[in-house]
């Protein structure tokens, strides 16, 4: 476990499904994650997961805003819809 500005974040290495190796940083720290609603998130390199990292704990309230305009978008479009057989966009 790395931890940077107090959130966790972790190594992996990892075997593709073509079998190429491949290598990267995950963090799903929930102490940072629940406020800007993601699960987990990736980078390439320890410099990206820092670069994110600072733009969750730094844009939080950016983060909120665009899930509150997201699920007003998806709400308006279901409550357009009358029966199931006029969905279009699934």
Do not use: P
Request: hydrophobic share 25%; glycine share 6%.
């Amino acid at each position: 476990m790395l931890k940077y500005r107090n959130t966790e974040y972790y190594y992996k290495e990892w075997t593709t499904y073509s079998g190429k190796q491949a290598k990267g940083y995950t963090c799903n720290d929930m102490e940072l994650l629940k406020h800007v609603n993601v699960v987990s998130f990736g980078a390439q390199t320890e410099q990206e997961m820092h670069d994110k990292i600072d733009d969750y704990l730094d844009n939080v309230e950016s983060h909120k805003e665009s899930q509150r305009l997201h699920d007003e978008g998806c709400a308006a479009y279901y409550a357009s819809k009358t029966r199931w057989d006029n969905f279009t966009g699934d």
